[in-house]
């Protein structure tokens, strides 16, 4: 046993181990909506292309809160930017209909504006005063776009915007089934390999945020912001920058979001979704980028397994005791309480967390 563990770390230390860990990977990626369909129905390759826009959300309010340590509890305002950019672009309520390829940069714009926005007045606020501040801009964006129907009516109010434009590169409708190579993709498949190229984009521009000289300036931010000033880093513009990166990729998220529902309203925007994003990247490991993504495909795959609650209560008693809502939301709640009482640190936190909790509890 000792020797297969040997040969094991032997291995993996090879540089070929992980070039052909990442293809498997890929491989794996690639099948996965077709396997998906096949087992478990095409409702579950749609959870997929969600689970997807989760972990560009994710990823991108882990910069704010995992790197630089700025807790961010409005961060669904950024999504709701880049949703309403799109609609409002892509959509007969201007009677604009702007490509997807001049989108999807432009809502990435627009929410990197409103992170500085966001962040400019907040630079000297910390903890709790920063989540008030941040948590009452999302609530603003919100309220705004459910009231901008009047004197002039620019978001429609309460009823949202419908029939916006699906996502097209060139005469390639993603909304549409399509032959390619005598396979057929559906809708669904096609926009999860969309999604899915965006995501890998967003992990690799996170991976090299990460190891650069302002990833290394966020940390210590995070770990000492008076001794990071001290050592010259100048925090009013990287803690700005944390802020318009995060940004960006929620605006990224909530373009794809608009292109693939066909309708945005405010009612998609509300602070849960905030806590939820912000629940994905404690649960899997605050800075961590592995560990963010599997909080976020766990937070956004759980929900929906624990749907089938309902029919096994009618097997077991016969009828449905607890309203199986509530008790999804019972059963997640609590399974984060116990996460987080036995795995402070995340599911799959960073080495460097895992050792000072480590320290921690011997001390």
Same mark, same amino acid.
């Given at each position: ?23 498997? +990977? %890929? ?31 994710? =990823? ?10 700025? =807790?961010?509890? %409005? ?23 702007? /490509? ?18 966001? %962040? ?30 009047? /004197? ?8 949202? =915007? ?6 097209? =590169? ?5 909304? *549409? ?58 925090? *009013? ?93 019972? +059963? ?11 795995? /402070? ?19």
């Amino acid at each position: 046993m000792n020797d297969l563990l040997t040969h094991w770390r032997k291995f993996k230390r090879e540089p070929y181990a992980v070039w052909l860990g990442f293809a498997l +990977i %890929g491989f794996a990626l690639v099948l996965l909506p077709f396997a998906t369909d096949a087992a478990m129905g095409r409702s579950w390759v749609r959870i997929l292309d969600h689970t997807l826009l989760y972990i560009m959300l994710a =990823l991108g309010l882990n910069i704010v809160v995992g790197f630089a340590g700025l =807790l961010d509890l %409005g961060y669904v305002a950024f999504f709701a930017v880049g949703a309403y950019l799109y609609a409002l672009l892509a959509s007969p309520q201007f009677g604009l209909h702007l /490509p997807f390829w001049t989108l999807l940069p432009l809502g990435a714009l627009v929410a990197c504006m409103f992170g500085v926005l966001l %962040g400019a007045p907040t630079l000297r606020l910390r903890g709790d005063y920063l989540a008030i501040v941040t948590l009452g801009f999302g609530e603003i964006i919100r309220i705004f776009l459910n009231n901008l129907n009047a /004197p002039v009516n620019i978001t429609n109010g309460p009823q949202g =915007l419908n029939m916006i434009d699906p996502i097209m =590169l060139g005469d390639f409708s993603f909304s *549409r089934t399509q032959q390619i190579l005598g396979i057929t993709f559906s809708s669904v498949h096609n926009y999860y390999y969309l999604f899915l190229a965006l995501t890998l984009l967003i992990i690799f521009i996170s991976i090299r945020l990460e190891n650069s000289r302002i990833g290394r300036a966020w940390v210590a931010i995070r770990e000492d912001e008076v001794a990071a000033q001290a050592m010259g880093i100048n925090t *009013r513009n990287v803690k700005l920058l944390a802020f318009a990166m995060g940004a960006s990729f929620g605006g990224v998220s909530g373009g794809l979001f608009a292109g693939f529902q066909g309708f945005v309203s405010p009612e998609s925007f509300h602070l849960t979704e905030s806590i939820m994003v912000l629940c994905m990247v404690v649960l899997g490991g605050m800075g961590h980028i592995p560990g963010v993504i599997l909080g976020a495909v766990l937070l956004s795959v759980l929900p929906e397994v624990l749907r089938y609650i309902a029919p096994l209560e009618e097997a077991l008693f016969g009828r449905v005791i607890v309203d199986p809502a509530d008790l999804r939301l019972l +059963i997640l709640g609590l399974a984060m309480v116990l996460i987080m009482l036995l795995r /402070p640190a995340g599911l799959w936190p960073s080495p460097v967390q895992r050792r000072e909790f480590a320290h921690h509890d011997k001390s």
